[in-house]
Structure formats: structure tokens, C-alpha cells
């Protein structure tokens, strides 16, 4: 397969490119206003509309017509799964290479997270076919120093490699050029897992926890997020904090999420839901913003690709709002005296073939519950290091609005630190979706690959914890009232919980010691 082609037409304005799986002509229905219509290939159908006609090229690729009314079926969401037939556990990089072709792609971009947990890339166009391989099978060179400013690496010898993961692959949703996305571990010069990335952490402390406990634990986040528009007359509001489920016009950002859950489907993220949230702030004054919330609730994954999903939904929702000329913000609080955003993880164990329940069938706890349960309720407050990052973190926290009040864990308790939601039955009352144990303290500005490392890690502290079920008799939210422990209400008070946990943390090399320094001295220079 040869990558080296003349430019498409379909670059040139006017034009939107149909792909075809079949070499017969599916049916267009509903295609109006277009002048002409002519045959590219066997794989392609090319229209041309008169005037300045342009439209998403990926969002407007047909699924392929089912043979039969008995045999329909809804394809893949995700672009590139969508062309190869194929499950991305499954691709090879000749498989991208098809995917690259098919799809008209003309740039490929290795992003990554780096020290400040937000997403970089790295730009390719490649030359030919043998470039393409070149740059998925090694991946590029980058200055380590610079992505991870002051963790220990030496501008003299700051050389790391970005080495990309085929099954990350996504079409970028952003793109004029067409591009295809790879996210990228880090590694050292000797080609280990880099220590100061967060990537490489999240993956060994899920290794870890994995080889000890003997289940593999998967999470989603739930990305709540504001979005603020300028107080106009056009825009209906909701009472205050009252925006729960909320519906256009009562709403101005349903379209920009609904906008979100399509695009994240077609790179891949995997998504449960999304809906409007309960805070909603009114602009007092003209030149004020007015502010609503959303929640987009991602899917179960392994730790590493959960973390991932995160970023990559906090990018398209960013994208989304610059575009829309609308603000977005990951803040805890945006207005004093409102609901705030937390970013609740979910957290479920697996066995590599099914999920395994949190409560047994007589009502107890069950065994890989009990130890995320434990975990989180002795080193879930040292843990804000990670998950709550901002002064306006421990606002959300102290001023009474659905976040936790103390270390208790507790069924359906919205108030407890740990909470086992209820689930969905079938009329046997078998479950019907996984069980999870839902950790309720971090917000928005977590840092979400150490934070699920350090889960990760906390539980495998509790496998060596011989009181954790006592733990877990006294914090139960009923019973611990009034004796619960409190949480900390500032950095300080967090930066000596992570003194005291750190070896919990370093366990095994997972996280580095210049990491959690690097922690601390953020964490106390904020006093």
C-alpha cells in the first residue's frame, strides 16, 4: 500500500468525499442541491454542491446498509474500527497504514501527557509508507526536561522517546488536514518506562495490583464541567443550582455536549452518558457570565486507558467551547455559594473475563471491594495530592453542596468520601451493569493518570492491612457518626498526609521520589 498520492479532491472546497465499503454504489437518500456526482474510485463517492457547501468529512460517512432487516446492526462508532473490522486490541500497524489510506489522511500526531497533565503532540506528515511504519513502530525523540520541568531530569541528558500504541489510534475530530492520532508512553534513552510520567506510573501500579490481588481493576471518570455564556435575553435560565437533567431552551450547552458524545464516540472514548448538571449561576451583572453545568460519564476501562479517556474528553470539550466562542472551565467551584464540579472516579474489579460484584448476594461486602473500599478510606485524603489541585478545591469541599463531609463510606450515601451507587437489574435481580465502587473527593483539576495509580497502589496497601474490615464496621456512614475522620481543609494539612502515606506510594518503585518531592514543595509553596 503506497501513502505517497497526489492531492485529493476531496481537500478542495465544495467537496465531501462518501466512503464506500462495498464496489457497488450504496443508495444517497436525502442529498439535495448538488450539481454533480461522479465516481473516484470503487471505494469513493465524490459530490460536488455549487457555492461554498463544506461539511465535516468524517461526521458524514454513511454506516453500510445491512443486508436484511433481520440482520441489522449497529456498526462501530470509532472511525478507524469502523474501516478495519476490527476490535483496536487487534490492530497492527499495516492494518493503520489501511486505516490512513481509506480514510484520506494526510498527518499523523503522537500526543501525549506530560508533567502538567495536559495533552502535547508531536506533528508528522509522512513522506512515504515506510515513514509512516517508521514513526508508529519507534515513535520520536523529545526533551524530557521540558515536559517534565523540575522532576529530576537534566537538561545535559534530557533525551526521552514518545512510542505510540496502536490501539490508541483516533481520526483527529479536529483536523483541516485529516489526521490520524496516536497517544505515547514515555520512555528512557534505554527504552524503560520513564519514571516522571504519568502514564508510565499508572501502568506499572495497575500491573501491580493486578499480579498481588489477582484482578484487573478498571474505572471511568465523570467529567463535570461549566460552561459560561455572556447574560443575554435569548437565554432561558433555571432556578438556581436546579439545572438537573435540564433540556434546551432551559439549557444553551445541551448541543456542544451532545456535539462531545459524538466525536468522543468516533475516536474511540467510550462514553455511558451525558446530561445537564445541577449548578446553574446566573449572571448578577451585564458584563458577567452566566454559568451552567454538564456531565459527560465515560465508560469502564483498565486504570491507564481510563486516565487517558479523561484527558482526551477535557480536550474535545475545550476545542468544542472555543469554537462555540463559549467559556469552559474544569474549576471546583466557579461561584462561591454554588454547586461545585467533582470529578468522582468509579471504580470496578475484573477477573479478564467478567466484572466482579461489590456486594455479595447475602448482603456483605465482597473480597476486591473490601480492599478498594479500605484502601480509599485510609489514604483516600492523602490522595487529594492528586485529585483535588486547587485552592478552590477545598471551597467545594467545605460549603455543603453534594461533596463529602468526612471519611465514612456508605450505600447510595452522596455525602460519604467512598459510595456504592445503585445499579440496574434485570426482573431475576441480576445486575445488568458492573458494579462500582465510586470514590467521591476529587474534582476537576485532578491529575488523573497519578491519581488512579495511586488507588491502585492504595489498595494494594490494604491487602496487607489486617484490620480493614474492622476499618470498614466503623466508617460505615451510619455508624460513624459524629466520629469520622475529618477532611483536610487545606494544602498543608494534605502535604503532611502524603509524608505520612509516602511509602505507601513509592511501594515498588511506582511512584519516584522526585515526583512526590516535586508534590510536596508545590503543595507547600501554596501556603
Known sequence: MDLSRAPSPSRAPGYVLFYCSSPKLRAIH???????????????????????????????????????????????????????????????????????VTLDLRQVSLMHVCGDGLLKTLDFAPRSHDHFLQILRYGERADGSSLFPGQGIPAGASDIVLKPRLRSAFVDPFSQEGGMVLMCSHLTREGLPLPQSGDSVARKAHTLLHEQAGFDLHALGEVEYFIGH???????????????????????????????????????????????????????????LTWEQHEIELALLPLPEAADAVVLTQWVLRTLAREAQLRISFDPVVKRGHAGSGMHFHLAPHDGKRYLPVVTKNGAVSESAELLIAGLLRYGCSLMTFGNRTESSFVRLFQGKESPAGVTWGQFNRKALVRLPIISKDAKGAPVTPETVEFRLPDGSASPHFLLAGIAQAARAALRDKARGKLLKELKADAAAGRAEAIPRNFEEVADLLERDRAVYENEGVFATALLDAELQRMRTVL
Request: hydrophobic residues 40%; glycine residues 4%.
Open 30 to 100: 436525502c442529498l439535495r442541491n448538488f450539481s454533480h456526482i461522479f465516481v473516484q474510485s470503487k471505494e469513493a463517492l465524490l459530490l460536488s454542491a455549487p457555492g461554498a457547501f463544506q461539511t465535516n468529512l468524517h461526521s458524514t460517512m454513511p454506516t453500510k446498509p445491512s443486508p436484511s432487516s433481520t440482520s441489522l446492526k449497529i456498526e462501530p462508532a470509532s472511525q478507524i474500527e469502523g474501516v478495519l473490522k476490527k476490535t483496536a486490541s487487534e490492530w497492527t500497524e499495516q492494518d493503520l497504514a489501511r486505516a490512513y
Open 230 to 288: 455572556k447574560a443575554t435575553e435569548d437565554v432561558d435560565v433555571t432556578n438556581e443550582d436546579r439545572g438537573y437533567h435540564a433540556i434546551s431552551p432551559m439549557v444553551f450547552g445541551q448541543e456542544l455536549r451532545r456535539r462531545a458524545l459524538t466525536v468522543l464516540a468516533e475516536m474511540g472514548v467510550p462514553v455511558k452518558y451525558a446530561h445537564s448538571e445541577v449548578g446553574f449561576a446566573a449572571a448578577e451583572h451585564e458584563a458577567d
